[in-house]
């Protein structure tokens, strides 16, 4: 449904996406990852018939932005990042208008505007101003604009930004149910987010992109060795006895307080914990943690866009859900 | 049509759910009625001609000072406030042409500017019960403003989209509408026939003179609706360049 070739797009001062093809099938989901000012927001713009592309095409439910650019508009339910609104507006005089101006009339209205309420649970709020709702609330207004006269495609860019843990959750739980019937990009810089939302992800760094796939492929293939770390009770040496069991390729080890880390890198595949549990009842060391990292996205999102002349963003990444590869 | 209808409404909605509507619309019915009580103690004078005061309305200073305020602060939001807070990003990624965009805040802006004469036409029925009055010039005064109204907002309408700043947009307005204006003025400067008689084409003040004795001169209308049709054809063409460099 969507469909993106070599498309470039060229500020007077800069190249904001380059040499980008992609595409998004019906009933996927995938998410448009990459740090701030990667040419997420410049890409779907390009999409979404805001900007026009330098070079290259792009299709929306088969029809180019361009040359086809109203039906490719009718057939795209956009959220912008401003996600911005009409402060006057109550939210279902909001929705009846973005029906009417997708060509939406008659009785038709009042019924698209019901259904947009429903799917996003706005019933609540539907008979207030926009200026008296919450940014969650307001997100999900936005929202429930961009779907209101029923597109096949969605771009949502930065859908959860600025909102609370339960409204993330919320909106998460409404961008997968409305990704079964329709092909939606999504733009995040947070990891966890592809992770719960996404079939696919799509890593853009410079305007590039540097790596695509599902999660777990991404995870796979920039997996290193796999990490344990145990940590004993009180002063213990346990690089010699560690270092001998079976799979594991270096011990690494430092006191801290009451108590010693041990790191351990481990041939591919290999899963030493048992092992380590009967060395340590064996020579009575306490154990008090035991653990294998898993690669998480983040390892492969930093390992994939950090530039060694640039700093990475001062904005702090989220911490990365435990997942295990 | 309908997404041209749905532009014009959000667009009328938006003004009477700010205050300014109602302080211009205020402001507008205080000036108005100051001028009506002087035609009013004009007409109880003993000997004034009958019929000849009402033309007072549209062709008194304070219609001009009033009209080159008021225009800029009824256009400055048009497209200024909707590129400040993004929406303009929603609505341009509608399946909406620039044009019918253009074109509906132009509509909605012309609309609110005829509301604030409405209120005026009680002055006509008022003086119609007391003294007898020839409708033809008061129709052809009505036509002036709606046309002259017509081209001063579509100045206005192509300020507001030049910048993100409501107030910018206002100044700017104001300050292309004092040349459109005063050029015609300069009329009465000159003793060349020539000149006066191309600076005359430009003279709005005669021009509703004109029009409030009842003379609808074409020549006039053609000035009026194609300097109208150039400035939103120009907001029309600056909204497409913007969506090249937003």
Redo the contacts between chains.
Sequence with gaps: MIEVENLTKR??TRVAVSDVSFSVQVGEIVGFLGPNGAGKTTAM?VL?????PTAGTARVAGFDVVTRS??A??S?G?L?E?A???P??RVHEYLA??A??????GAEVKKRVGEAIESCLLQEVANQKVENLSKGFRQRTALA?ALVHRPPVLILDEPTVGLDPMQIIKIREMIRSLGRERAVLLSTHILPEVDAVCDRVLIIDRGRIVAEGTAAELRSRLAGSPVVRATFAGQVDAREPLASLPGVTSVSQESAGDETRVRLECATGADPREEIFRTAVARGWVLRELAREGVTLEDVFVRLTRHEDVRPESEPLPPAEGVSA | MRKFLAVVGREWRAYFFSPLAYVILAAFLVMNGIIFSAIVAFLNTPGAPKGQALPFLFTNTYFWIFNLFVVPIITMRLFAEERKTGTLETLLTSPVSETTVVLGKFTAALGFFLTLWAPTLVYVLILRSQTPIDLGPVAAGYLAIALIGAYFLSIGTFASILTKNQIVAAILAFAMLIPVFSAGLLESLSNDPGKRDTLGYFNLWDHMEEFSRGVVDTRRIVYYLSATTFFLFMTTVTLSAKKENP
Excluded at chain 1, 48 to 52: C, N, T, W
């Design positions: 500020f007077p713009r979404s018939g805001f900007l026009p109203m039906e508009r009718a795209l956009y912008p401003s911005a609104l009409y006057e507006m208008y973005r009417r101006l997708e060509g939406v009339g604009g």
